[in-house]
Every structure is written in structure tokens, then in C-alpha cells.
């Protein structure tokens, strides 16, 4: 499935986004998405994720609280709402799918988007 991510930018430290993941090419109903991120010098690391029937939900410990994952199987499309934004947020944001259960370690996923920029300035 090919996964195209939007909805990055700059904001200001507590100001809000959100990002879209739409996908082409296969119907998004029987994969499982997770929102990784990667800022400069450090491995990408696991955000959020959510099975394709959105019954199962996982975030991050350090974004709980501020960001909500969603999806919406008839657009093809995976949210990531993220509020109460801090300068630690700064990174490229991507989305993944994978068949089966969600998961939070990114070998677990063989369909990338190519990320979109958040930047959030102090």
C-alpha cells in the first residue's frame, strides 16, 4: 500500500496540528497504522498506532494525554491529532502499515508514507 503523510509545519509551543495518512493502491481496512517520528541525530521512534478496527489503541508515553490517533477506513486515511505541542516534538513525523495486530517497533512494518515535517519552536 503507498501512504502519503501531510499536515506538518511550524507551530508554537502549545499550538496544535494535525496530520493525515492517505493511502492509494489497497484499501487501508486490513492493515494496522502507527505514526513514527525521527528527529535529527536520533532513531525513529513509535508515536502512536491503531488496529484497523480502531479497537485497539497505543500510544507513546510521552505524548498520552495530547495526541489522538483515529481513522477513517471508508477515506483511507489515518489522523494524528497532536495538542499542547513542545519544542521535543520537533521531528519528521511518518506513517506505517502493517497487516495484523498493531505494533509499536518499526521493522514490524512493511509500508512507509514519506514523512512530513512538525517543527515546534519555544
Known amino acids: 500500500v503507498q501512504l502519503q503523510a501531510s499536515g506538518g509545519g511550524l507551530v508554537q509551543a502549545g499550538g496544535s496540528l494535525r496530520l493525515s495518512c492517505t493511502a492509494s493502491?489497497?484499501?487501508?481496512?486490513?492493515?494496522?497504522m502507527g505514526w513514527f517520528r525521527q528527529a535529527p541525530g536520533k532513531e525513529r521512534e513509535f508515536v502512536a498506532a491503531?488496529?484497523?478496527?480502531?479497537?485497539?489503541?497505543d500510544y507513546a508515553d510521552s505524548v498520552k494525554g495530547r495526541f489522538t490517533i483515529s481513522r477513517d477506513n471508508a477515506k483511507n486515511t489515518v489522523y494524528l491529532q497532536m495538542n499542547s505541542l513542545k519544542p521535543e516534538d520537533t521531528a519528521v513525523y511518518y506513517c506505517?502499515?502493517?497487516?495484523?495486530?498493531?505494533?509499536?517497533?518499526?521493522?514490524?512494518?512493511?509500508?512507509w508514507g514519506q514523512g512530513t515535517l512538525v517543527t515546534v519552536s519555544s
Open positions: 506505517a502499515a502493517r497487516r495484523g495486530n498493531l505494533a509499536i517497533y518499526p521493522l514490524m512494518y512493511n509500508d
Open positions: 493502491g489497497r484499501t487501508l481496512r486490513a492493515y494496522a
Open positions: 491503531v488496529s484497523w478496527n480502531s479497537d485497539d489503541i
